[in-house]
C-alpha cells in the first residue's frame, strides 16, 4: 500500500509500516528524527491528493483537548503566551477546520488520533478509545482513533498499568506523564506514538 502519515516526524508509525513491506511516508512541518528520504516536510493539506490508500493522521491536539477548556473564556493574557479568550476560541475553531479537512478527504482508508477532546462533540464520537497498555506499554493514555474503512485495532498483549501519581490536589496522572511536566521536550515525548501501537497498526491494517 500507499501510506501516508500526516503530522508525524518522529516516524515510529511509517517507520512500523516500511517494515511491513509498504510504501509509508511521513508528512510534518518540522525535518523528521527518521529518514528524511521517507519523509515530506510541508503541510499535509498539500498532499491529500497524491494518490494515497491509507492515511493516519496525527492533528496538533493543544487546542482540542479538554483540558484546554478553561482557557476558552475571556480573561487575562498569560504570562507564558498561551492563547486564552477569542483568541484560543479562533485557534480551536481552525484546528477543528484543519481535523474535518483530514477526515473528509478522498484517501479511502483514515485514521484521525487525537487524545480525548471536543471533536467527540464537533464531529462524533471515536470509534475506539485505545491504551498504550492493550500493546506492551505500561503507561497510561487515553488515545481516540476516528476510522474510516479500517477495523478496530485488537490488543496484542495486555500488561499491568503503571501506578498513577496522586498530586496535592487529588487528582491522579498517569506517572510518565507527570514525570515530562518540565522540559523544552515534553509536548513531543507526550505526543509520541507508542511503538507497540505503530506495531499494531501496521500488522493489522494491511
Same mark, same amino acid.
Given at each position: 500500500m500507499k501510506i501516508i502519515v500526516g503530522c508525524e516526524f518522529s516516524q515510529i508509525v511509517t517507520k512500523a509500516f516500511r517494515e511491513k513491506g509498504h510504501e509509508a511516508y511521513s508528512c510534518d512541518l518540522r525535518p523528521t528524527e527518521g529518514n528524511p528520504d521517507w519523509h515530506i516536510q510541508d503541510n499535509i493539506l498539500n498532499y491529500l491528493d497524491?494518490?494515497?490508500?491509507?492515511?493516519?493522521?496525527?492533528?496538533?491536539?493543544?487546542?482540542?483537548?479538554?483540558?484546554a477548556n478553561k482557557w476558552l473564556k475571556d480573561q487575562p493574557e498569560r504570562k507564558s503566551g498561551a492563547l486564552v479568550g477569542a483568541a484560543r476560541r479562533q485557534a480551536r475553531q481552525e484546528a477543528i477546520d484543519f481535523f474535518m479537512k483530514l477526515w473528509n478527504c478522498n484517501i479511502p482508508k483514515i485514521c484521525i488520533e487525537n487524545p480525548v477532546g471536543c471533536m467527540s462533540t464537533e464531529f462524533r464520537k471515536p470509534d475506539q478509545i485505545i491504551q498504550p497498555f492493550w500493546f506492551g506499554h =505500561?503507561?497510561? *493514555?487515553?488515545?481516540?482513533? #476516528?476510522?474510516?474503512?479500517?477495523?478496530?485495532?485488537?490488543?496484542?498483549?495486555?500488561?499491568?498499568?503503571?501506578?498513577?501519581?496522586?498530586? =496535592?490536589?487529588? *487528582?491522579?496522572?498517569?506517572? #510518565?506523564?507527570t514525570n515530562t511536566k518540565h522540559g523544552p521536550d515534553r509536548q513531543d515525548i507526550r505526543n509520541r506514538t507508542f511503538p507497540g501501537i505503530a506495531e499494531a497498526m501496521a500488522s493489522q491494517w494491511e
Open positions: 497524491n494518490g494515497w490508500d491509507l492515511a493516519i493522521f496525527h492533528p496538533e491536539c493543544t487546542y482540542l483537548t479538554v483540558t =505500561k503507561e497510561s *493514555k487515553k488515545t481516540c482513533l #476516528w476510522l474510516k474503512n479500517l477495523p478496530l485495532l485488537v490488543p496484542t498483549n495486555i500488561v499491568e498499568e503503571e501506578p498513577r501519581m496522586v498530586m =496535592k490536589s487529588g *487528582k491522579s496522572l498517569p506517572t #510518565w506523564f
